[in-house]
């Protein structure tokens, strides 16, 4: 037996084989179904991708002719919109659409992680399968069915509640209202009909669903052995979800918000039916007047003539990019989390 | 509070086997539904604990899967179970510190006494039972998201204990070092446990039960993925512990069974038959001069 030295341990290397350490090129052999499948695939990708510019660019290109008139800057922070006067600009509207989307997200993400766990971790058998097909159901609820609750039904009855809370938090400019005196016995609530809240609130039932079954599905998928390690530490079923549920399901939580950000942002029908729409800027939530871009697109559509049909297609773009990059941040969040890229256990 | 009064009326004690057939007196999918904002439990007794189970019986749902086993798990003493697979090990293991029920089917009948208390018994509580009694899975599950440190003092934070820093880095070394882990950690205390080879992975989890002191420490297969040296380290361990807690440890690995253990029981079903104890006693009499044949032919490798 020889003695083993670290030279010994170094296998011989003939130099006329060298050729025979280079990386091999690796090649699959594809059938015909291989080519098939990976065509329709591949057609189905750039024909999604194909359109989604299209849009945009017709949206830029039309609404070129509005901005090169009054000028990017003027466009961004004028608050009216009379094209034909050229006095027109997003600011408002713009505002407007960001301030409903915020009061829809506030409402909806707290209620969508609730929905969401308690589908997950509290409800058992039939009651978990109602409560899931009832939720895929309501995002099936069109929009304008919505906006006709909202404007006959929600807000006759939220009113009251607005009131309230600008009787109490007024002090806050927020939740201001003007032109009403608390002190009047009276109940008068037009004031606070038809307001920038009470959109959020319709568009915040629209967005939960969305939300909540995307959070839904993440929870689910959170491995039973690290639940079962929570429990067999002592774990209380609300420590379990916090050690292992929430941090697991922290992609689809991020996501799923977003994506019912994206959708709050283009909502239309709805937040039409319900708003008196204004073009001024306003911080005032709960008082009479709001607006947002894509609302006022449909407004205004039907009165407009060519240059004004550009103003409205450069609002549009502004929405187009706006949606497309919450949507594509989600999108990221979801497929980036551990929920997505890693489904053991 | 009728969030207290849904559990323990979901608890129905669990009435002594009948001589003839037992049938399932404990609803455990009733029995799963902890309540969400129960408290967590501070305030256990601590010391190795004499565990006994009587006549546990098993279902998923209508299929019985142990029928009338009783065993005594004697304090400080490591008792491992050995048998073929699928003869309900797991099963049994898991009843004893209320694991069963998690599985919405499941449902099971007996007494499982902690120092003579059944922790069935509908004045104990779920989170306190598996608190005293830890439990080491056959899959290695640390929590991903969290560092080493935190891995291992997980349970103190899922049972309410409150610990200064002092006391964490104390509890977090002595933990680490009774799992023969902290040798390899020491420096990266604070990187995602994640990262870990799988027998580290399997010894955070091991260092991890033993932070909230358990009474009783559960073993399911835990070397079973592991490589030599983890599997060595595991042993260790359990030499280490004994004495302090009392150990039950199922293994498919008969030297193993006969390195780690004092006492030993074979388990064994027929074909689609609940399980039960063949043999049980002194692992040196099991392993040497066995009573029945059939423990005789499973420890020599017969069959199994
Ligand atoms: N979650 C479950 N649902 C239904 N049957 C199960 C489940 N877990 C185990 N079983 C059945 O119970 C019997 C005992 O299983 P188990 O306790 O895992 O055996 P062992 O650990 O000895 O291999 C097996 O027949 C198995 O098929
Ligand atoms: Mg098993």
């Given at each position: 037996m020889s003695t083993i030295t670290p030279e010994t341990l170094i296998p011989e290397r003939p130099?006329?084989?060298?050729?025979?350490a280079k990386p091999r090129t690796l090649r699959n052999s594809y059938t015909g179904r291989d080519h098939a499948f990976r065509a329709i695939t591949f057609t189905g990708g750039i024909i999604v991708l194909v359109v989604m510019l299209l849009v945009g660019a017709f949206l830029a290109s039309n609404g070129v002719q509005a901005i090169n008139e009054v000028g990017l800057w003027k466009f961004l922070t004028t608050a009216n919109w009379a094209p034909e006067s050229n006095d027109f600009g997003i600011a408002a509207v713009l505002l407007g659409t960001v301030q409903i989307a915020a009061v829809a997200l506030l409402v909806a993400m707290p209620l969508a992680l609730g929905t969401s766990l308690f589908i997950t971790e509290v409800a058992g058998g039939w009651l978990k399968k109602v409560l899931t097909s009832m939720v895929d159901l309501l995002a099936a609820v069109p929009s304008v069915v919505f906006g006709l609750w909202g404007a006959y039904m929600l807000q006759p009855n939220i009113v009251d509640f607005s009131k309230w809370i600008s009787v109490w938090f007024g002090w806050i400019p927020l939740f201001q209202v003007d032109g009403v005196d608390p002190a009047s016995p009276l109940r008068d609530t037009v004031p606070f009909t038809a307001s920038t809240f009470i959109a959020g609130l319709v568009v915040a039932m629209m967005i939960v669903p969305i939300q909540t079954s995307i959070m839904t599905e993440s929870f689910r998928r959170a491995p039973v052995g690290e639940r079962e390690g929570a429990f067999a530490l002592g774990a209380t079923r609300w420590g379990m979800i916090r050690t292992v549920v929430l941090p697991f399901g922290k992609g689809g939580i991020i996501g799923g918000t977003m994506l019912g950000l994206g959708r709050a942002l283009g909502e239309t029908i709805a937040i039409y039916l319900i708003i008196s729409p204004v073009f001024e800027i306003k911080f005032h939530i709960l008082e009479k007047g709001a607006n947002s871009i894509a609302a006022m697109i449909a407004l205004k559509y039907s009165e407009s003539n060519e240059f004004a049909m550009s103003a409205l297609m450069a609002a549009g773009f502004s929405l187009f990019l706006m949606t497309m990059v919450v949507n594509f941040t989600a999108s990221a969040i979801i497929a980036k989390s551990r929920s997505g890229a890693d489904s053991e256990g | 509070m009728n969030i207290k009064a849904r559990r323990s009326a979901a608890l129905v004690p669990a009435t002594p086997a009948p001589a003839t057939e037992a049938l399932p007196a404990v609803d455990a999918a009733g029995l799963g539904?902890?309540?969400?904002?129960?408290e967590p439990t501070t305030d256990v007794p601590s010391g190795a604990a004499r565990l006994r189970a009587e006549n546990i019986s098993a279902w998923f749902g209508d299929r019985k899967v142990l029928d009338r086993v009783s065993l005594t798990m004697e304090p400080g003493k490591v008792t491992a179970l050995i048998g073929p697979s699928g003869c309900g090990k797991s099963t049994f293991l898991r009843i004893l510190n209320r694991m069963h029920e998690m599985v919405p089917s499941a449902s099971l009948a007996g007494q499982v006494r902690l120092d003579g208390t059944d922790?069935?018994?509908?004045?104990?509580?779920v989170t306190a039972a598996r608190r005293q009694i830890g439990m080491v899975f056959q899959k290695a599950n640390p929590f991903p998201a969290m560092s080493i440190y935190e891995n291992t003092i997980a349970g103190l934070k899922l049972a309410g204990i409150k610990a200064d820093r002092v006391e964490k880095d104390f509890l977090v070394e002595d933990s680490l070092r009774k799992a023969s882990l902290w040798e390899e950690v020491k420096d990266r205390l604070h990187q995602p446990g994640g990262g870990l080879s799988g027998g580290q992975q399997q010894r955070l989890c091991i260092a991890r039960s033993l932070a909230v002191s358990p009474r009783v420490l559960l073993m399911d297969e835990p070397c079973s993925a592991l490589d030599p040296t983890s599997t060595r380290r595991v042993e260790e361990t359990i030499h280490s512990l004994r004495g302090q807690i009392t150990i039950v440890i199922v293994t498919h690995n008969m030297q193993q069974a006969a390195r780690v253990s004092d006492e030993c029981a074979f388990f064994l079903a027929a074909h689609n038959q609940p399980g039960g104890i063949v043999e049980h006693g002194d692992t040196e009499a099991m392993f040497g001069?066995?009573?029945?044949s059939r423990t005789s032919d499973y420890v020599n490798g017969r069959f199994g």
């Open positions: 130099e006329a084989e060298a050729d025979l | 539904q902890l309540a969400v904002f129960d922790i069935y018994d509908p004045s104990q509580r001069a066995p009573r029945d």
